[in-house]
């Protein structure tokens, strides 16, 4: 029991830890986007974790966990209640309890919408972004995790992604690239073809939602052990920091040979590429193969910076190509460099597909009614005139002098 009691105590801090990832979501995007548009992202992202949690007890738990079913998709059982052995030793091995395993994977759920919250920011309807959310978080996020994390065809195939290169990261990052493409770019983005840079409003912010997330993923990477285990815990944790550290490095050198500036934002998006890119085999990576990791999902996210704006699809904050690309490159990078034999590069590639084609026909059918009927994009005028005025009556910065006599 006191073994269980260490395990669990770990399990919560870690829930904590990835709570306190959606801060960092949060100042992240208000960074990189306009002053206008802050209280819009802001109810966003408060909108995700509260309803996300709440989705998550109703129909996501026992739809990503069903237990014995077809490997594809589980039957919807409302609310949970714990088993006789849910706080017991017996229950997973005596690495936490049932009502930890709960709380512990709905903080994930609520992290695929997060993602497409930032792409899609400055020009969405608050409406359609919301009921995007409760369809996306409360079915597909679940019936795709089904299919590795709760024991289905893929898991049974071979597929591996430890914390959620996939699973999280690339399933929200397919559905950031069809909301994009469907929505346009912002208005001024693209002139005469040619990408035009429309800056943050608050770079101190992003970096600090940047060091946040860093240590965000300590529980994410960390608590996917799902145990205190001495050895996992501390080599995932190395693997972790050094991957973030390695894609920080070599995307701030990649981008200043590119384009002769130090860009501060191509450096923080770095870091977190490393992060996306470790997260599906931190734990059976060795210190060096996390480095390589790492570096080449630093470089990746400048390169795909670059196509995406070549492409003219418009991505304030840089989601798709931290956590989609990236996200692909690190489940890949298990076939490559896994300490584990039985890990392919085919199950892995085989994974990658699964879930793209899934998200992506998903995604586009949600968006696509939403477009044909309440419509996704704001007006001109208040896209002009910011979100927060027109969607929430508020300002996220008031002049405080107007008031004074």
Not at 276 to 287: E, K, R
Not at 302 to 312: G, N, W
Not at 315 to 323: E, S
């Amino acid at each position: 029991m006191e073994l269980l009691t260490t395990n669990n105590v770990w399990m919560m801090i870690c829930t904590a830890l990835v709570f306190f990832m959606h801060t960092g979501f949060a100042f992240l995007e208000i960074g990189l986007t306009r002053q206008k548009n802050t209280i819009n992202i802001l109810f966003k992202n408060i909108f995700i974790i509260t309803v996300g949690l709440l989705l998550y007890y109703l129909v996501g738990f026992n739809l990503m966990y069903p237990g014995e079913f077809n490997g594809y998709i589980g039957s919807i059982v409302p609310g949970i209640s714990p088993p006789e052995n849910g706080m017991t030793p017996e229950y997973a091995d005596g690495g936490y309890t049932w009502w930890t395993d709960f709380l512990f994977q709905a903080m994930f759920a609520a992290t695929a919408a997060t993602i497409v919250s930032g792409a899609v920011a400055e020009r969405m309807k608050i409406g359609a972004f919301m009921i995007f959310t409760v369809i996306y978080v409360g079915l597909v996020y679940p019936i795709a995790g089904s299919w590795k994390w709760g024991g289905g065809f893929l898991d049974e195939l071979g597929f591996y992604d430890f914390a959620g290169s996939t699973l999280v990261h690339s399933v929200g990052g397919w559905a950031a690239l069809v909301a994009v493409w469907l929505l346009g770019s912002r208005i001024g983005k693209f002139k005469n073809g040619k990408p035009q840079a429309i800056p943050g409003h608050s770079i101190p912010l992003a970096t600090a939602g940047v060091l946040i997330l860093w240590l965000g993923w300590f529980g994410f990477n960390g608590g996917s052990v799902l145990s205190a285990d001495p050895e996992l815990t501390s080599l995932t944790l190395v693997t972790t920091c050094l991957a973030a550290a390695a894609g920080g490095v070599v995307a701030m050198i990649t981008s200043t040979l590119m384009y002769k500036n130090l860009d501060l934002t191509m450096f923080l998006n770095g870091i977190l590429g490393g992060l996306v890119g470790i997260t599906a085999g931190a734990d059976v990576m060795t210190p060096e193969s996390a480095i390589l990791i790492g570096a080449i999902a630093g470089a990746l996210i400048v390169f795909a910076v670059s196509f995406i704006d070549r492409i003219r699809l418009d991505d304030p904050v840089g989601a798709i190509a931290v956590h989609l690309i990236c996200g692909i490159w690190g489940t890949l990078a298990v076939g490559i460099f896994s300490t584990n034999p039985e890990h392919t590069f085919m199950a892995q590639l085989t994974g990658v597909l699964c879930y793209a084609v899934f998200c992506i026909v998903t995604s586009f059918l949600i968006f696509f009614v939403l477009k044909k009927t309440i419509g996704i994009r704001v007006s001109e005028r208040e896209e002009l005139e910011g979100l927060d005025s027109h969607e929430h009556g508020m300002d996220a910065y008031p002049d405080f002098r107007l008031n004074e006599h």
